[in-house]
């Protein structure tokens, strides 16, 4: 959440804040500096426990949800490193293993990852499971699994290029090729697809970007017909003003499941050095692929605000309230059709060791 501070410092710190250890980066950045200079072996551990409760909605009722992740870092040389994170969640009831890459300082400003890694697209992807990084309980719909839009990781090879400039800013540039790729939450599934996101961050108030991909996917299911196309495009923007963390993305996709359009804009706020407020307004609409009965098309709104109490850089509490709008056009409707209107609330507790 925190990318357009993160450009300006030193490149060590850097690399940690561009993945999950961006926790160590942004929470206790002094100690994490330390850490890299002295520590050839680091080990972090961090995750959340939710409890959402939807008021009318289809399917509604408490739901329990938790992540419990685990990330080790081998700096095998000052310029080469090892990355393994493992991770448990309770919907899928088993560990798994979430990242394991080599990550090789070409040069000063060019780093080279190979293995299973985040895909680099979006604000927030790459730390997308680090709630200790956002004020909000959930995570916007453009990162929905359920969507497919935004993976979560891939297995292939990432190259990312920085450019610093007193004049016009610094920039970082990544490409990337994936065999397979992995949604929130999913099993790998083989693809030929290629990529990359371009970041800007003009002086240290704004940080715009832009992400695209591009491809071929075997089908998520055995009954799938066989490999389909997919190509998508994500443009985001981020602006400190005022006090506050504006930022905004939009993205559109199409795949063999059909198209995809998603949005949102949220604003975050620093109330006390251990509160800060957030509100989001999103949408999402999803259009089922023509003569596909299987899909559901559906048109959806949230608006949504809650409050972060971050007591201690390792643990804290978030509280979110939302209001939600769906139009769903389903194939084959049950004979009670669902609520297109209902509210939820949920609380989580983080933590960072």
Known sequence: MQASRSLSRPRAEHRLARFASALCA???????????AERAFDVHGYGQASELKSVSAPGGGFEFDYDLSVLGVWRVRPDFRAWVQLARYRELNGT??????????????????????????????????????????????????EHGLVDEALRGVVLEHRRESADTGNLIAEAYAAGA??????SAVSARVVGGRVQWTPSSSWNIAASAYVGRQAPHADEAPGWSSRRALVLSTKLHAMDWDLSAEAGA???????????????????????AVFARVESSDRQAAAGDARETAERRTRLAAGVAWKPSPRWGCRLEAGSN???PTIPNPPATAPRTRWNDVAVGVNFYL
């Open 26 to 36: 942004f929470a206790l950045a002094p100690a994490c500096c330390a850490q890299d």
């Open 96 to 145: 798994r293993l979430e990242w394991a890459f080599l990550d090789w300082d070409v040069s000063a400003s060019t780093t080279l990852r190979l293995g299973q890694a985040r895909v680099p697209m979006g604000l927030i992807n790459e730390a997308r499971d680090v709630q200790t990084l956002r004020n909000s309980v959930s995570k916007p719909l453009l990162y929905d699994g």
């Open 181 to 186: 790729t992995i949604r929130d939450e999913s």
């Open 253 to 275: 996709g199409r795949s063999s499941e059909g198209t995809l359009r998603v949005g949102y804009l949220q604003g975050d706020r620093e109330i006390s050095p251990q509160h």
């Open 325 to 327: 709008r769906a139009s």
